[in-house]
Nanobody
Framework: QVQLVESGGGLVQAGGSLRLSCATS????????MGWFRQAPGKEREFVAA????????YYADSVKGRFTISRDNAKNTVYLQMNSLKPEDTAVYYC???????????????????WGKGTLVTVSS
C-alpha cells in the first residue's frame, strides 16, 4: 500500500520557520518527481514547490520563491520543505504529492500529482 505521510506542521509566528517532511512507503519514488501543494480555508489547492527525481531541478510558486526550499533524500524516501520568513497568508494544510508518471518537473506535475498524503496543518500567526 502506497503511503505518503507528512509531518512537521504546527503553529508559528510570522517571520518564523518550519520544516515539513514527507515520508513515503509502499513503493519507491526515487525516480519520480515530487512536490508540495497547499490548501487554505475556503480556497482551492495550489502548487507550492516541486523537485525532479534526482533533485537536479526545482520549481516554486512565485508566492514562496526565495523563502521556501524543497529537497529530497532518496536514500530515506523522504522529501522536505524548508519554510522560512513565514507569513500569515502561508497558513494552510500542506500536502505532499508524488508523480507516478514523470521524473522531471513538468507542467502536469505542477498542476497535479498521482499520489497524495493526508496533509499537515501550518498556522502562521501575525
Amino acid at each position: 500500500q502506497v503511503q505518503l505521510v507528512e509531518s512537521g506542521g504546527g503553529l508559528v509566528q510570522a517571520g518564523g520557520s518550519l520544516r515539513l517532511s514527507c515520508a513515503t512507503s509502499g513503493r519507491t519514488f526515487s525516480r519520480s518527481a515530487m512536490g508540495w501543494f497547499r490548501q487554505a480555508p475556503g480556497k482551492e489547492r495550489e502548487f507550492v514547490a516541486a523537485i525532479s527525481w534526482n533533485g537536479g531541478s526545482t520549481y516554486y510558486a512565485d508566492s514562496v520563491k526565495g523563502r521556501f526550499t524543497i529537497s529530497r533524500d532518496n536514500a530515506k524516501n523522504t522529501v522536505y520543505l524548508q519554510m522560512n520568513s513565514l507569513k500569515p497568508e502561508d497558513t494552510a494544510v500542506y500536502y505532499c504529492g508524488a508523480s507516478g508518471r514523470y521524473m522531471a518537473v513538468t507542467a502536469d506535475v505542477r498542476s497535479d500529482m498521482d499520489y497524495w498524503g493526508k496533509g499537515t496543518l501550518v498556522t502562521v500567526s501575525s
